[in-house]
């Protein structure tokens, strides 16, 4: 079968069509893989310096979606997304024509779900999610400031806080980002926080990060979501404990049975049109390309590799 190859560390994926085609056995379901999204996460654990990775030569891609093509557990032909498992991470992904997948990283999908949403949806919505609701408690008419506005958690952090009727202002690092931003919600460009907020939702960190905490009111929160923007960031308490902003950090791991939890409902809106996530498709064969575009910034979506015609 055809999919995409780890061979070496370091070294973008090839396309192979002599793949052997996984089987189904118990507790592992065999799917048809329609979509399989390409994350930062797929590019870490192919440079070989992320904690864990699978024996080499491995099949890349911990996301995707498919139909199952064998499973004593899900219907034949069910539209499922991928998630968990160790897929792509501790075995084989499913950036290929077949993926046998452990039941436990096999999701059913909901009604009128679109494949290639379904793809690559979980993280940037439920982080979204998780972030505006249970870590801000956004609220109806509250000031919220989303960096990374842009990205994908951002741009659905920006869409989630509006339907909540809180007054958003996205922020993006260049002029040319300004565009993806949902339409309609008031966009500020490069490190100028602007403010008062009630709540900052920060997908960038770095060092503009101290600067957009004064732009949150005393007794306001912000969230660490992100750190694309630099990973390291000086904080003067005596003043921080002067301002007394609530700092919070979202980690999507230990959250991760709440997150299943709301995937469906996540799902369904944004398969609906109520939520958009961009996404930036690419044939498998020119996986490659994309894997070049993510490691260069220069994806303006969720990076889909469509693997089959699941239309
Ligand atoms: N804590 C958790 O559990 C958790 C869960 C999910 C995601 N995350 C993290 O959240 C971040 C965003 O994820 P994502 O899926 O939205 O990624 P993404 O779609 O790739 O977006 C990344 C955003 O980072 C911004 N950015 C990149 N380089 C920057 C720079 N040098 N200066 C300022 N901004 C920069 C970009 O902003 P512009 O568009 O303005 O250029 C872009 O919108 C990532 O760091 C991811 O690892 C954390």
Redesign the pocket.
């Known amino acids: 079968m055809r999919g995409l190859r780890i061979s070496e560390f370091g070294r973008p994926p090839a396309l192979a069509d002599d793949l052997p085609v996984p089987e189904a056995g118990e507790g592992t379901t065999l799917v048809r893989v329609a979509a399989a999204a390409l994350g930062?996460l797929d590019r870490s654990v192919a440079s070989g310096t992320f904690p864990h990775h699978p024996p080499l030569p491995y099949v890349p891609c911990g996301d995707g979606a498919g139909r199952v093509e064998d499973s004593d557990r899900f219907p034949r032909g069910a539209l499922v997304w991928l998630r968990g498992g160790g897929l792509g991470i501790a075995r084989d992904g499913v950036a290929a024509e077949y993926a046998a997948v452990p039941d436990e990283a096999v999701h059913l999908a909901p009604e009128g779900a679109d494949p290639i949403l379904a793809s690559c949806f979980f993280?940037?919505a439920t982080?979204a999610w998780i972030s505006v609701h249970d870590l801000a408690g956004v609220k109806e008419g509250q000031r919220v400031l989303v960096t990374?506005?842009?990205?994908?958690?951002?741009s659905l952090a920006v869409q989630i806080a509006v339907q909540a009727g809180a007054d958003v202002t996205a922020?993006?690092?260049?002029k040319e980002?300004a565009q993806?931003v949902p339409a309609g919600v008031r966009t500020l460009v490069g490190e100028a926080g602007g403010g008062p907020y009630d709540a900052l939702i920060d997908?960038?960190g770095?060092p503009g990060l101290p600067a957009r905490l004064d732009a949150v009111e005393p007794g306001g929160v912000a969230v660490i979501?992100?750190?694309?923007?630099g990973a390291r960031v000086e904080l003067d308490l005596p003043s921080r404990c002067a301002h007394d902003v609530d700092l919070r950090?979202?980690?999507?791991?230990r959250r991760a049975p709440q997150a299943f939890a709301l995937a469906d409902g996540l799902l369904s809106r944004l398969s609906a049109g109520e939520l958009t996530l961009r996404t930036d498709r690419y044939a498998l064969a020119a996986a490659p390309v994309a894997w070049e575009a993510l490691a260069a910034?220069r994806?303006e979506g969720?990076v889909v590799l469509e693997v089959a015609d699941d239309r």
């Open positions: 930062h993280s940037p982080s990374g506005a842009a990205g994908a958690v951002g922020s993006v690092s260049r980002r993806l997908t960038v770095g979501v992100g750190y694309t923007a950090f979202l980690n999507m791991i910034g994806a969720r």
